[in-house]
């Protein structure tokens, strides 16, 4: 999957290689939660009770990466810090196809001019509610205030990836940095 | 060299008018995309080549265009630095075994 691939790549070159049996775990989880990234660990946890297609596991996966590649390239306080686990959950929701016209469509969440961001705004909320225990007003100050910075830093894909062939132009830029950085 | 080769800028400006990249944009931002920027990066770069033998300089606007420095992708600071700091190495427990 090109998602995922772009991802391991940028893993790997900020030093953070990843092993499928260090980095990955399958488990089964309560209610309906696809997966998680554990910071204390470094470990995606995928839910194996939850997910049964394989596109949901290439975006469950590509959602996990993206923290697992935040927490890598950033002092990302997870625990305590409501305002740094909110712009990664924007982030994760933006770049990993989570909020796809068609994804929306199948949860009865319908809308067209710029709706893309109002499903990152909602399932960032979701996702920190699942994952903390705080207010659903403190997800939502949280994720209103750093929503412009996250929802606009795109790496490592340097665009928002609509489909596999924008994540395969995106892997492409991505492999061809170093031109570009010779020129800065 | 320009950043790009000059048929990548071509390929995205074709991209960029296409109708299924003017639905993910209008989708994700409200507003149909401006590709008029790409062409322009496109006939920057076909310029460069033909003068290529006369030692030309990569034109700067190749160079600044804002694609390029798109906060990340070229190791420049990510918006994102607002809300947190980056770190100057790995995570020292990436790679410690598990308990």
Redesign the interface.
């Known amino acids: 999957d090109p998602y995922a691939r772009l991802l391991l790549e940028a893993l790997k070159q900020s030093g953070c290689t990843v092993f499928n049996d260090r980095h990955f775990s399958c488990e089964n989880c309560d209610g309906c939660v696809s997966g998680g990234f554990d910071a204390a660990t470094s470990q995606i946890v995928l839910c194996q009770n939850n997910i049964r297609q394989q596109s949901h596991m290439n975006r469950v996966v590509t959602h996990e990466l993206i923290h697992a590649f935040d927490h890598c390239r950033a002092h990302v306080d997870w625990f305590k810090n409501v305002k740094h686990l909110a712009c990664s959950e924007i982030r994760a929701a933006n770049l990993s196809g989570d909020c796809t016209l068609m994804n929306e469509i199948a949860r009865f969440k319908f809308g067209l001019k710029g709706h893309h961001q109002t499903c990152v705004r909602d399932r960032a909320i979701r996702s920190i509610l699942a994952v903390r225990k705080v207010s659903k007003e403190t997800a939502e100050k949280a994720v209103n205030e750093v929503f412009d910075a996250c929802f606009n830093d795109l790496e490592p894909f340097g665009r928002i990836p609509h489909s596999k062939a924008d994540a395969k132009r995106a892997y492409r830029d991505f492999q061809n940095r170093d031109r570009y950085n010779a020129n800065l | ?4 080769s000059c048929e ?1 800028y071509w390929g ?1 400006w074709k ?1 960029c008018r296409g109708l ?1 990249h003017a639905f ?1 944009h ?5 507003e149909l995309p401006d590709c008029g920027r790409w062409r322009e990066d496109y006939e920057a770069c076909r310029a460069w080549e033909r003068d290529r033998a006369a030692a030309a300089q ?1 034109p700067a606007s ?2 600044a265009c804002p ?2 420095c ?6 420049q600071k ?10 100057k ?3 020292p ?3 410690l ?2 308990d």
Request: proline residues 16%; positive net charge.
């Open positions: 060299q320009p950043p790009r990548d995205e991209h299924r993910h209008y989708y994700a931002h409200g990569v190749l160079l694609r390029l798109r906060p990340g992708l070229l190791g990510p918006c994102s630095r607002r809300v947190w700091k980056l770190r190495s790995p995570p427990d990436w790679y075994p598990l």
